[in-house]
Protein backbone atom coordinates (compact mmCIF):
# COMPACT_ATOMS: atom_id res chain seq x y z
CA UNK A 1 0.00 0.00 0.00
CA UNK A 2 1.84 3.44 -0.79
CA UNK A 3 0.56 7.14 -1.37
CA UNK A 4 2.31 10.57 -2.52
CA UNK A 5 4.35 11.90 -0.13
CA UNK A 6 4.22 15.93 -0.71
CA UNK A 7 7.92 16.72 -1.46
CA UNK A 8 8.31 19.09 1.38
CA UNK A 9 8.26 16.53 3.39
CA UNK A 10 9.94 13.75 2.45
CA UNK A 11 12.71 14.24 4.45
CA UNK A 12 10.94 13.58 8.06
CA UNK A 13 10.97 10.18 6.13
CA UNK A 14 14.51 9.80 6.70
CA UNK A 15 15.14 12.05 9.47
CA UNK A 16 15.48 9.97 12.34
CA UNK A 17 18.13 7.64 10.64
CA UNK A 18 16.55 4.71 9.63
CA UNK A 19 18.53 1.67 7.48
CA UNK A 20 17.39 2.05 3.96
CA UNK A 21 17.40 -0.88 0.98
CA UNK A 22 18.60 0.70 -1.91
CA UNK A 23 17.26 -0.48 -5.43
CA UNK A 24 18.74 0.10 -8.84
CA UNK A 25 17.97 -0.70 -12.76
CA UNK A 26 19.82 -0.37 -15.52
CA UNK A 27 18.67 -2.19 -18.70
CA UNK A 28 17.44 -5.41 -17.91
CA UNK A 29 19.53 -5.45 -15.00
CA UNK A 30 18.45 -4.44 -11.51
CA UNK A 31 19.28 -4.81 -7.76
CA UNK A 32 18.75 -3.97 -4.05
CA UNK A 33 21.84 -3.85 -1.19
CA UNK A 34 21.39 -2.21 2.22
CA UNK A 35 22.86 1.26 3.16
CA UNK A 36 23.13 1.89 6.49
CA UNK A 37 24.61 5.01 5.87
CA UNK A 38 22.31 7.69 3.67
CA UNK A 39 20.59 10.83 5.27
CA UNK A 40 18.78 13.98 4.01
CA UNK A 41 20.94 17.13 2.88
CA UNK A 42 18.30 19.61 2.01
CA UNK A 43 14.58 20.29 2.11
CA UNK A 44 13.63 22.11 -0.83
CA UNK A 45 13.95 20.49 -3.38
CA UNK A 46 14.94 17.57 -1.08
CA UNK A 47 18.25 16.18 -1.62
CA UNK A 48 19.70 13.30 0.04
CA UNK A 49 23.06 11.45 0.45
CA UNK A 50 24.03 7.73 0.62
CA UNK A 51 27.42 5.68 0.11
CA UNK A 52 27.06 3.14 -2.18
CA UNK A 53 30.82 1.23 -2.03
CA UNK A 54 32.86 0.86 -5.54
CA UNK A 55 32.86 -2.88 -5.47
CA UNK A 56 28.79 -3.11 -5.94
CA UNK A 57 26.97 -4.23 -8.68
CA UNK A 58 24.71 -1.01 -7.23
CA UNK A 59 27.23 1.19 -8.02
CA UNK A 60 27.56 -0.20 -11.20
CA UNK A 61 23.70 0.57 -11.78
CA UNK A 62 23.56 4.00 -10.55
CA UNK A 63 26.32 4.56 -11.94
CA UNK A 64 25.13 3.81 -15.48
CA UNK A 65 21.05 5.35 -14.94
CA UNK A 66 21.87 8.51 -12.77
CA UNK A 67 18.83 7.05 -10.49
CA UNK A 68 17.97 4.89 -7.75
CA UNK A 69 15.65 4.73 -5.12
CA UNK A 70 15.85 4.41 -1.49
CA UNK A 71 12.95 2.13 0.12
CA UNK A 72 12.36 1.91 3.87
CA UNK A 73 11.84 -1.27 5.46
CA UNK A 74 10.35 -2.28 8.68
CA UNK A 75 10.92 -5.02 10.81
CA UNK A 76 9.67 -7.55 9.14
CA UNK A 77 12.06 -6.51 6.72
CA UNK A 78 14.83 -6.99 8.81
CA UNK A 79 16.07 -10.37 8.06
CA UNK A 80 16.05 -9.49 4.12
CA UNK A 81 18.06 -6.47 5.00
CA UNK A 82 20.93 -7.92 5.90
CA UNK A 83 20.72 -10.92 3.60
CA UNK A 84 20.46 -8.31 0.77
CA UNK A 85 23.69 -6.77 2.37
CA UNK A 86 26.01 -9.53 2.48
CA UNK A 87 25.45 -11.04 -0.66
CA UNK A 88 26.30 -9.23 -3.98
CA UNK A 89 23.74 -8.98 -7.10
CA UNK A 90 27.01 -10.24 -9.21
CA UNK A 91 25.95 -13.70 -7.64
CA UNK A 92 22.35 -13.96 -7.38
CA UNK A 93 19.36 -12.38 -8.37
CA UNK A 94 18.06 -11.30 -4.88
CA UNK A 95 14.59 -10.40 -5.81
CA UNK A 96 14.26 -13.84 -7.11
CA UNK A 97 16.23 -15.45 -3.58
CA UNK A 98 14.29 -13.80 -1.10
CA UNK A 99 10.98 -13.73 -2.87
CA UNK A 100 11.13 -9.39 -2.44
CA UNK A 101 8.25 -8.03 -4.80
CA UNK A 102 8.49 -4.82 -6.14
CA UNK A 103 6.09 -2.09 -7.81
CA UNK A 104 6.88 0.73 -10.41
CA UNK A 105 7.32 4.16 -9.32
CA UNK A 106 6.84 7.21 -11.09
CA UNK A 107 9.87 9.12 -12.03
CA UNK A 108 12.78 6.62 -11.98
CA UNK A 109 13.02 3.00 -13.25
CA UNK A 110 14.42 1.11 -10.58
CA UNK A 111 12.20 -1.22 -8.67
CA UNK A 112 10.33 -0.10 -5.55
CA UNK A 113 9.74 -3.14 -2.79
CA UNK A 114 6.67 -3.92 -1.81
CA UNK A 115 6.47 -3.86 1.72
CA UNK A 116 8.54 -1.12 3.25
CA UNK A 117 7.16 1.80 5.02
CA UNK A 118 8.78 4.44 2.81
CA UNK A 119 10.18 4.90 -0.49
CA UNK A 120 12.34 8.30 -2.30
CA UNK A 121 12.73 8.45 -6.03
CA UNK A 122 16.30 9.52 -6.52
CA UNK A 123 18.29 10.91 -9.35
CA UNK A 124 21.75 11.48 -8.66
CA UNK A 125 23.40 15.21 -8.99
CA UNK A 126 26.82 14.34 -10.58
CA UNK A 127 29.94 14.99 -8.32
CA UNK A 128 32.13 12.59 -9.45
CA UNK A 129 35.29 13.75 -7.35
CA UNK A 130 33.52 12.08 -3.87
CA UNK A 131 31.44 9.84 -5.87
CA UNK A 132 35.49 8.45 -6.95
CA UNK A 133 37.14 9.65 -3.09
CA UNK A 134 34.37 8.45 -0.65
CA UNK A 135 31.98 6.28 -2.25
CA UNK A 136 29.48 9.34 -1.63
CA UNK A 137 26.03 10.04 -4.01
CA UNK A 138 24.43 13.15 -4.00
CA UNK A 139 20.63 13.01 -4.83
CA UNK A 140 17.99 15.13 -5.29
CA UNK A 141 14.34 13.51 -3.97
CA UNK A 142 11.90 13.41 -7.57
CA UNK A 143 8.76 11.55 -5.88
CA UNK A 144 8.66 10.49 -2.20
CA UNK A 145 5.48 7.57 -1.22
CA UNK A 146 4.54 5.91 2.06
CA UNK A 147 2.43 3.24 3.71
CA UNK A 148 -0.03 5.33 5.13
CA UNK A 149 -0.74 3.13 7.95
CA UNK A 150 3.06 4.06 8.85
CA UNK A 151 3.26 7.54 7.61
CA UNK A 152 0.67 10.46 6.84
CA UNK A 153 0.44 13.81 6.17
CA UNK A 154 3.86 14.21 7.01
CA UNK A 155 4.05 12.58 10.19
CA UNK A 156 5.46 8.60 11.48
CA UNK A 157 2.61 6.75 13.25
CA UNK A 158 4.64 3.42 14.52
CA UNK A 159 1.11 2.30 15.38
CA UNK A 160 0.54 -0.84 17.33
CA UNK A 161 0.50 -4.09 15.50
CA UNK A 162 2.11 -2.63 12.48
CA UNK A 163 5.29 -1.56 11.56
CA UNK A 164 8.86 0.36 12.49
CA UNK A 165 11.73 1.40 11.06
CA UNK A 166 15.01 0.04 11.92
CA UNK A 167 18.56 1.27 12.53
CA UNK A 168 21.58 -1.28 12.35
CA UNK A 169 24.19 -1.59 14.26
CA UNK A 170 26.37 -4.38 13.36
CA UNK A 171 26.40 -8.37 13.20
CA UNK A 172 22.86 -8.84 11.84
CA UNK A 173 21.99 -6.54 15.53
CA UNK A 174 19.32 -3.88 14.77
CA UNK A 175 17.38 -1.31 16.99
CA UNK A 176 13.67 -0.16 15.93
CA UNK A 177 12.81 2.96 16.09
CA UNK A 178 11.38 3.69 19.78
CA UNK A 179 8.74 5.74 21.50
CA UNK A 180 7.95 8.83 20.31
CA UNK A 181 8.27 11.93 22.77
CA UNK A 182 8.09 15.86 22.42
CA UNK A 183 9.74 18.51 23.67
CA UNK A 184 8.64 22.05 24.07
CA UNK A 185 10.22 23.82 21.31
CA UNK A 186 12.28 27.32 22.50
CA UNK B 1 31.91 9.45 32.74
CA UNK B 2 33.83 8.68 29.57
CA UNK B 3 35.82 6.28 28.24
CA UNK B 4 38.39 5.58 24.97
CA UNK B 5 36.23 4.12 22.33
CA UNK B 6 38.33 2.01 20.06
CA UNK B 7 38.33 3.89 16.54
CA UNK B 8 37.68 0.41 14.38
CA UNK B 9 34.37 0.17 16.36
CA UNK B 10 33.59 4.13 16.35
CA UNK B 11 31.10 3.90 13.66
CA UNK B 12 29.36 2.20 15.96
CA UNK B 13 28.47 5.37 18.00
CA UNK B 14 26.48 6.52 15.04
CA UNK B 15 25.78 3.82 12.38
CA UNK B 16 22.35 3.78 14.04
CA UNK B 17 21.42 7.72 12.72
CA UNK B 18 21.27 9.09 16.41
CA UNK B 19 20.60 13.14 16.56
CA UNK B 20 24.01 14.73 17.43
CA UNK B 21 25.06 17.60 18.98
CA UNK B 22 27.88 19.42 17.16
CA UNK B 23 30.54 21.38 19.15
CA UNK B 24 33.09 24.22 18.07
CA UNK B 25 35.84 26.28 18.83
CA UNK B 26 38.25 28.91 17.78
CA UNK B 27 40.55 31.31 20.23
CA UNK B 28 37.98 32.65 22.50
CA UNK B 29 34.97 32.05 20.80
CA UNK B 30 33.28 28.56 21.27
CA UNK B 31 29.31 27.20 20.32
CA UNK B 32 27.25 24.08 20.13
CA UNK B 33 24.33 23.44 17.51
CA UNK B 34 22.37 20.26 16.83
CA UNK B 35 22.55 18.61 13.45
CA UNK B 36 19.73 15.76 12.57
CA UNK B 37 22.27 15.26 9.54
CA UNK B 38 25.23 13.59 10.63
CA UNK B 39 26.58 9.68 9.78
CA UNK B 40 29.23 7.67 9.12
CA UNK B 41 31.76 7.92 5.98
CA UNK B 42 34.21 4.92 6.34
CA UNK B 43 35.16 2.52 9.12
CA UNK B 44 39.28 2.96 8.97
CA UNK B 45 40.14 5.47 9.00
CA UNK B 46 37.29 6.63 10.83
CA UNK B 47 35.21 9.35 8.79
CA UNK B 48 31.75 10.90 9.31
CA UNK B 49 29.58 13.74 7.31
CA UNK B 50 27.82 16.41 8.89
CA UNK B 51 25.55 19.40 7.20
CA UNK B 52 26.64 22.38 8.60
CA UNK B 53 24.41 25.39 7.06
CA UNK B 54 26.31 28.64 6.17
CA UNK B 55 24.00 31.07 8.52
CA UNK B 56 25.87 29.04 11.68
CA UNK B 57 28.59 30.53 14.01
CA UNK B 58 28.82 26.63 13.95
CA UNK B 59 30.03 27.20 10.53
CA UNK B 60 32.20 30.24 11.22
CA UNK B 61 34.15 28.16 13.78
CA UNK B 62 34.56 24.65 12.09
CA UNK B 63 35.97 26.96 8.89
CA UNK B 64 38.37 28.84 11.20
CA UNK B 65 39.05 25.78 13.50
CA UNK B 66 39.29 22.67 10.81
CA UNK B 67 37.65 21.09 14.40
CA UNK B 68 34.74 20.03 16.08
CA UNK B 69 33.14 17.14 17.69
CA UNK B 70 30.04 15.24 17.25
CA UNK B 71 28.22 14.71 20.80
CA UNK B 72 25.74 12.01 20.85
CA UNK B 73 22.93 13.37 23.85
CA UNK B 74 20.28 10.95 25.56
CA UNK B 75 17.22 11.29 26.03
CA UNK B 76 17.62 13.67 28.79
CA UNK B 77 19.32 16.16 27.13
CA UNK B 78 16.30 16.30 24.03
CA UNK B 79 14.82 19.88 25.52
CA UNK B 80 18.58 21.33 25.35
CA UNK B 81 18.85 19.42 21.81
CA UNK B 82 15.92 21.79 20.56
CA UNK B 83 16.93 24.72 22.45
CA UNK B 84 20.55 25.05 20.60
CA UNK B 85 18.68 23.74 17.79
CA UNK B 86 16.91 26.70 17.15
CA UNK B 87 18.73 29.60 18.60
CA UNK B 88 21.98 30.73 17.19
CA UNK B 89 25.46 31.71 19.46
CA UNK B 90 25.53 35.16 17.71
CA UNK B 91 22.71 35.72 20.40
CA UNK B 92 23.52 34.28 22.97
CA UNK B 93 26.15 31.69 24.70
CA UNK B 94 24.24 28.35 24.66
CA UNK B 95 26.47 26.91 27.04
CA UNK B 96 25.84 29.39 29.65
CA UNK B 97 22.06 29.83 29.02
CA UNK B 98 21.48 26.02 29.20
CA UNK B 99 24.38 25.06 32.01
CA UNK B 100 25.78 22.51 29.62
CA UNK B 101 28.83 21.60 31.31
CA UNK B 102 32.08 20.41 29.07
CA UNK B 103 35.24 18.56 29.49
CA UNK B 104 38.07 18.61 27.13
CA UNK B 105 39.21 16.07 24.64
CA UNK B 106 42.12 14.74 23.56
CA UNK B 107 42.63 15.73 19.47
CA UNK B 108 40.31 18.75 19.35
CA UNK B 109 40.13 22.41 20.96
CA UNK B 110 36.28 22.04 20.60
CA UNK B 111 34.98 21.33 23.83
CA UNK B 112 32.79 17.70 24.41
CA UNK B 113 29.49 17.77 25.99
CA UNK B 114 28.66 16.81 29.49
CA UNK B 115 25.72 13.91 29.92
CA UNK B 116 26.19 12.99 26.28
CA UNK B 117 26.77 9.37 25.64
CA UNK B 118 29.20 9.30 23.27
CA UNK B 119 31.79 11.60 21.69
CA UNK B 120 33.26 11.93 18.66
CA UNK B 121 36.56 14.29 17.59
CA UNK B 122 36.59 15.27 14.30
CA UNK B 123 38.94 16.92 12.28
CA UNK B 124 37.99 18.21 8.91
CA UNK B 125 38.93 17.25 5.81
CA UNK B 126 38.58 20.12 3.51
CA UNK B 127 36.73 19.43 0.57
CA UNK B 128 35.25 22.75 -0.67
CA UNK B 129 32.85 22.35 -3.47
CA UNK B 130 30.70 20.48 -1.08
CA UNK B 131 31.10 22.53 1.74
CA UNK B 132 30.16 25.49 -0.71
CA UNK B 133 27.62 24.08 -2.33
CA UNK B 134 25.40 21.34 -0.41
CA UNK B 135 26.74 22.35 3.56
CA UNK B 136 28.25 19.30 3.85
CA UNK B 137 31.69 18.34 5.86
CA UNK B 138 33.97 15.81 5.50
CA UNK B 139 35.76 15.00 8.65
CA UNK B 140 38.18 11.82 10.17
CA UNK B 141 37.20 11.02 13.29
CA UNK B 142 40.43 11.24 15.33
CA UNK B 143 39.44 10.17 19.18
CA UNK B 144 35.81 9.05 20.15
CA UNK B 145 34.66 8.32 24.13
CA UNK B 146 31.39 6.88 25.56
CA UNK B 147 30.00 6.65 28.75
CA UNK B 148 30.97 2.74 29.67
CA UNK B 149 27.35 2.45 31.18
CA UNK B 150 25.83 3.13 27.58
CA UNK B 151 28.46 1.83 24.98
CA UNK B 152 31.31 -0.32 25.45
CA UNK B 153 33.64 -2.77 24.14
CA UNK B 154 31.89 -1.16 20.85
CA UNK B 155 28.71 -2.06 22.26
CA UNK B 156 25.37 -0.03 23.41
CA UNK B 157 23.43 -1.36 25.99
CA UNK B 158 21.02 1.08 26.98
CA UNK B 159 20.23 -0.50 29.92
CA UNK B 160 17.24 0.26 31.81
CA UNK B 161 17.29 3.50 33.86
CA UNK B 162 19.79 4.63 32.20
CA UNK B 163 20.05 6.98 28.73
CA UNK B 164 18.74 6.00 25.15
CA UNK B 165 20.11 8.15 22.01
CA UNK B 166 17.22 10.24 20.62
CA UNK B 167 16.27 10.49 16.54
CA UNK B 168 14.73 14.16 15.57
CA UNK B 169 12.18 14.43 13.88
CA UNK B 170 10.35 17.56 13.55
CA UNK B 171 8.74 20.69 15.44
CA UNK B 172 10.27 18.84 19.30
CA UNK B 173 9.25 15.79 18.28
CA UNK B 174 11.96 12.56 18.67
CA UNK B 175 11.66 8.98 18.86
CA UNK B 176 13.90 7.52 20.90
CA UNK B 177 15.94 4.78 20.38
CA UNK B 178 14.12 1.60 20.75
CA UNK B 179 14.98 -2.48 21.47
CA UNK B 180 17.76 -3.98 20.09
CA UNK B 181 17.00 -7.19 18.06
CA UNK B 182 19.22 -9.67 16.66
CA UNK B 183 18.42 -11.43 12.88
CA UNK B 184 20.76 -14.27 11.73
CA UNK B 185 23.56 -13.68 9.09
CA UNK B 186 23.29 -15.10 5.82
Same mark, same amino acid.
Given at each position: ?? &????? !? ?27 ? @? ?36 ? +????? /??? $? ?11 ? =????? %??? =??? &??? %???? /? ?15 ? &?? /?????? !???? =? /?? %? ?8 ? @?????? +? ?16 ? $?? &?????
Amino acid at each position: MH &QPVDL !AKAYRLLNHGPTVLVSSAHGERRNVMAAA @WSMPLDFSPPKITVVIDKRTLTRELVEASGEFVLNIPG +RSLAQ /ATV $AVGNQSGRELDKF =AEYQL %ATF =AGS &QVA %APLL /AGCVGWLECRVLAEPHI &QQ /AYDLFI !AEVV =A /AW %ADPRDFSQGH @WHFAPG +RERSIHYVAGGTFFETGD $AF &QVPMP
